[in-house]
């Protein structure tokens, strides 16, 4: 590649953090720059915050700059080589990035996931790499092998994949979360799940309390299933618990809300006041936990995320309860 091509690559700085973490290697510090004045350091962070424009793999063996083709995956973008080892980071562009930390948009972040799991596994990658630094491709340290400058699209590198089914492939993340042994992205997605399936639940408490403490829990919540064997980094923790307590938060308050309308229209005050004084007690005890899990329902099922055989599973239910009761919900909201 041309020297001014690969000028060229570093000078679109829409693909690259405005400023970026760097150091001069292990047992130096890591400091934030402006990108340019990073780019002069030997590790340099190249994705910005919650975005991913490049997919990163650690291999740390002899002849890793090759593990691509090794394992007849396409050329990288770039090859990184570390001359004293032989170890390398290899590195494949997105045309389109894809967001590590929106809620509401988990189905490109578990397709990201997938498509990275499979191809660090086929280069027997490293597990434990964070993906915050990476080797500079532009630094003299480095022996750099240029290839490929036109970006993928993830279903391009998909196509090089023989990816497991969708189900099967997250049903092993989840298994691997026992053990914390997840590559990145995987980590998100768990983190994600977790983070949502407990704030569903925990929401209910917060009601009418201010919208700050509500944050504050989600993000101790959050910090505290950060366990993996690499946790992610902390700025990735803020943003994925911000995403996860703004959506639910939302949701949880419009399902609230509308399901009372759905409650008003189907006339239960009237039959409720038919019921006996004992009837009275027992079966507003009886409908404060049905009430909690339809509105828990419903406000999953808004995510978009989850079928409806998931959220019906989730709260204990039949799917055809689930059904009953959303055709209710979206006939009052109209």
Not at 73 to 81: E, G, I, N
Not at 159 to 177: G, I
Not at 202 to 229: C, D, M, P, T, Y
Not at 234 to 263: C, G, L, M, T
């Amino acid at each position: 590649m041309s020297a001014i091509t690969q000028l060229s690559l570093f000078d679109d700085q829409t693909r690259f953090p405005q400023a970026a973490y760097c150091s001069d290697g292990k047992g130096f510090p890591t400091r934030l720059r402006r990108f340019p004045l990073a780019l002069k350091k030997p590790q340099i962070q190249i994705n910005p915050p919650t975005l991913t424009y490049w997919l990163i793999f650690d291999i740390d063996r002899e002849q890793g700059g090759l593990a691509w083709d090794f394992a007849g995956l396409p050329y990288p973008t770039w090859s990184v080589v570390n001359p004293e080892n032989g170890h390398a980071h290899i590195v494949y562009g997105l045309e389109v990035p894809v967001c590590t930390s929106e809620a509401a948009r988990l189905a490109p972040l578990r397709y990201l996931a997938a498509v990275y799991s499979t191809l660090a596994e086929r280069m027997d990658a490293d597990k434990g790499y964070a993906g915050l630094l990476t080797h500079n491709p532009t630094h003299k340290q480095w022996r750099t092998y240029w290839g490929r400058m036109q970006p993928y699209s993830l279903g391009e590198l998909a196509d090089y994949l023989d990816l497991p089914p969708y189900s099967d492939h997250f049903k092993k993340e989840a298994q691997n979360a026992a053990n914390q042994d997840i590559f990145a992205y995987g980590r998100n997605c768990t983190l994600f799940d977790q983070l949502r399936a407990w704030a569903y639940v925990a929401v209910r408490e917060h009601r009418g309390n201010k919208v700050s403490a509500w944050n504050a829990a989600v993000a101790a919540q959050a910090e505290s299933l950060n366990i993996f064997a690499t946790p992610l980094q902390p700025n990735e923790v803020k943003s994925i618990a911000k995403s996860v307590a703004k959506w639910v938060w939302k949701h949880d308050k419009e399902a609230y809300a509308r399901f009372r309308e759905v409650q008003r229209g189907r006339g239960l005050k009237t039959r409720r006041e038919t019921l006996s004084k004992a009837g009275k007690a027992s079966g507003a005890v009886r409908r404060a936990a049905s009430d909690e899990e339809r509105i828990t329902a419903i406000a999953m099922y808004l995510d978009g995320d989850y079928t409806q055989a998931e959220v019906a599973q989730f709260v204990g239910k039949t799917q055809q309860w689930l059904s009953k009761i959303l055709g209710e919900y979206y006939k009052f909201s109209k």
